[in-house]
């Protein structure tokens, strides 16, 4: 066990639909990241909160959405789901923006069908 | 643009040999490298890291090797073992960019066989 939670383990869902996927940081961490992982892709940079607050944006697209809450948790939302968002998404986090390296939580599977 | 580039997507080496997994990256502004594995079903593991001041960095079995004049970098895992099979990612970043994000490679998936 990371420490890092991420909820639900594995999702099925149809186009169309959204869908909301949680993480919450390991205990004292401020920072979140959100990465893609695609068939065959490498994990891909998707958005990054440090302490509520937006701290940079990758690949993310508009149908996609964040947040960091008080409590630090974050969410990452999904909306008018496509064929070519089934993916597993990761969150990591750090305890601070220069730490070295993530702590990564197993993941959510979304299979959009 | 791929900026972090893992080459072999596989890898298989016998027990008790040296397995070498190979990266390249284009962006001369990465000055921080790390390594990460993963097993199925589970979030990358932090295995090692080097800065870009330093040409080589060892954790037990683990040595990561940078040359910055070539824009690359490898793990090497002496002797390997066959719980050493796994995915394993090559990432970069910059410092002082504001947001410390990491830039992965694709992954080597690498077999130890017994």
């Known amino acids: 066990d990371s420490g890092v939670t991420q909820t639900p383990k594995h999702l099925i869902t149809a186009t169309g639909q959204r869908v909301t996927l949680r993480c919450s940081p390991r205990s004292g961490d401020l920072s979140v990241y959100w990465y893609q992982q695609s068939l065959d892709q490498g994990l891909q940079f998707l958005i990054q909160?440090?302490?509520?607050?937006?701290?940079a944006k990758g690949n993310i697209l508009e149908r996609f959405s964040a947040q960091q809450f008080p409590d630090l948790h974050s969410e990452l939302n999904l909306s008018s789901l496509e064929l070519g968002d089934s993916a597993l998404y990761f969150c990591?986090?750090?305890?601070?923006?220069?730490?070295?390296?993530?702590?990564f939580g197993s993941g959510t599977r979304l299979t959009v069908v | 643009d791929q900026q972090v580039k893992q080459n072999s997507p596989s890898l298989s080496v016998q027990e008790g040999r040296i397995s070498i997994l190979n990266c390249d990256y284009t962006n001369s502004m990465f000055d921080y490298f790390l390594w990460y594995k993963k097993y199925p079903a589970e979030g990358p593991t932090f295995l090692i890291s080097?800065?870009?001041?330093?040409d080589k960095n060892e954790d037990g079995r683990f040595t990561v090797f940078l040359n910055k004049s070539a824009k690359h970098l490898s793990l090497h895992i002496v002797p390997s073992q066959p719980g050493d099979s796994a995915v394993y990612f090559c990432a970069a970043r910059i410092s002082g960019a504001g947001s410390y994000q990491l830039t992965f490679g694709k992954g080597t998936k690498l077999s130890v066989i017994p």
């Open positions: 080097i800065s870009s001041i330093k």
């Open positions: 990591a986090s750090s305890e601070r923006l220069g730490a070295y390296g993530y702590t």
């Open positions: 909160y440090y302490n509520g607050e937006e701290r």
